[in-house]
């Protein structure tokens, strides 16, 4: 377990969500009525950023081809526009433990 700091959590209670760099990796983060939640936010089809959230399904959408991705289990739910046929239990992207530390959102990667 290892937690890692991003953004202070007045920019994200603002802004609901964000795309952050950790390490290597680039998360999504959102602030959902005040549950936190994180996942890759590098789409597991073509490699855009993942960004379109629907915080009353609590699902993310990819900008380039529409793929949906489930906020809280990172599964695929919704195919690439243009691979309908992919299998989509492959295609489900991590998640992470996200919280608010004295002002911070920190995520454990
Ligand atoms: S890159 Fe995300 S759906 Fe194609």
């Not at 920019?11 to 936190?36: M, P, Q, R, Y």
């Not at 529409?66 to 239990?89: C, N, R, T």
Request: aromatic residues 6%; glycine residues 6%.
């Amino acid at each position: 377990m290892t937690w890692k700091r991003t953004i202070s959590s007045k920019a994200l209670e603002k802004a609901v969500h964000a795309s952050v760099k950790v390490d290597d990796k680039v998360i999504f983060i959102a602030n959902v009525n005040g549950i936190l939640y994180g996942m890759d936010a590098v789409c597991s089809h073509a490699r855009c950023i993942i960004g379109e959230l629907n915080p009353n399904e609590l699902t993310v959408k990819c900008p380039c081809h529409h793929a949906v991705f489930d906020l809280k289990s990172g599964a695929m739910l919704e195919p690439p526009y243009v691979a309908k046929d992919a299998p989509k239990d492959k295609l489900g992207l991590r998640t992470y433990q996200v919280r608010d530390n004295n002002g911070w959102i920190e995520v454990d990667v």
